[in-house]
């Protein structure tokens, strides 16, 4: 079992930075795929990014490519997403998801295991 718990959310103007955090409770956090994923309102859940066990070759949506950098650190169970040069589009409520694999970070969010509650990014024009 493993619990999620992302923080670090907030009201942000266009061109600014956020950092958000996933801290994870589980002996098994380094065995697993980490991801972040986000929903706005009146949409389907997306993709954002996604880190293997050794944080090799992340793999990033189209979307935050350039200007979003995940990364993990399996000693303190913690994984992050460094947000810069956000725009009002990436509003939404970010998800931390885990999968209980080591290496294939897909972008399909029916195949992670476990999810956090979310927390809301908001940027303004």
């Known amino acids: 079992q493993v619990q999620l718990a992302e923080s670090g959310g907030g009201l942000v103007q266009a061109g600014g930075s956020l950092r958000l955090s996933c801290a994870a409770s589980?002996?098994?956090?380094?065995?697993?795929?980490m991801g972040w994923f986000r929903q706005a309102p009146g949409k389907e859940r997306e993709f954002v990014a996604a880190i293997n066990w050794s944080s090799s070759n992340p793999n990033y949506a189209e979307s935050v490519k350039g200007r979003f950098t995940i990364s993990r650190d399996n000693a303190k169970n913690t994984m992050s997403l460094q947000m810069n040069s956000l725009k009002p589009e990436d509003t939404a409520v970010y998800y931390c998801?885990?999968?209980?694999?080591?290496?294939?970070?897909?972008?399909?969010?029916?195949?992670?295991?476990?999810w956090g509650q979310g927390t809301q990014v908001t940027v303004s024009p």
């Open positions: 589980g002996r098994t956090f380094s065995q697993n795929v």
């Open positions: 998801a885990a999968r209980k694999t080591l290496w294939r970070t897909t972008t399909d969010s029916a195949e992670y295991d476990y």
